[in-house]
């Protein structure tokens, strides 16, 4: 896995990806902005990143048990409310980590204590309709389902949490 170059100057939906990615760097060692669905040569999806190097090279993300854990988000649309009030951006953070390797002092399942953080991080700084799953964390990926035992098999953990943000066009 390698680090994006983030945007100079970000609007909407990767605006507000950007400010809570940089909230979370003392929990989730590689953050990726919105993720797009790629596609292999046997037409199996993946989520994918574009480097953002002004190259036209993406990136596929995969559960690789060198890192700690990484993140990535997913943009489920947008509400353009009336009368300039803004919008209500629906997201989703996608997270994937080995227990082992974020704090290997803990001998027990900690996932919960990881996903309390981020959930109180997004709460905190304007998340609204807060939900998270453990379950089909992956499922938008048919490449990831060849290796979902192996994938979240402990240590290795994923989740997903959805949530609203509202924001304004400025």
């Known amino acids: 896995m390698r680090n994006v170059t983030t945007y100079t100057t970000p609007v909407m939906q990767d605006d507000i990806v950007q400010e809570y990615n940089a909230l979370l760097t003392s929990i989730v ?18 989520p994918q990143i574009y480097y953002n190097d ?48 974020i704090d290997n002092s803990k001998y027990y399942d900690h996932t919960s204590e990881i996903e309390q953080s981020i959930i109180k991080l997004f709460k905190t700084n304007g998340a609204t309709d807060v939900s998270y799953s453990e379950d089909n964390v992956f499922s938008d990926y048919s490449k990831y389902k060849e290796n979902e035992k192996q994938t979240l098999m402990r240590p290795n953990v994923g989740f997903k949490i959805s949530i609203n943000v509202h924001s304004f066009i400025c």
């Open 29 to 46: 060692e590689y953050r990726y902005g919105i993720a797009h669905v790629g596609q292999d040569k046997d037409g199996k999806t993946y």
């Open 54 to 101: 002004g190259g036209r090279k993406n990136m596929m993300l995969f559960p690789d048990n060198k890192v700690k854990s990484f993140c990535f988000w997913e943009f489920d649309g947008a509400d353009v409310l009336d009368e300039d009030e803004g919008i209500d951006y629906n997201l989703t953070f996608v997270f994937w980590g080995n227990l082992d390797r």
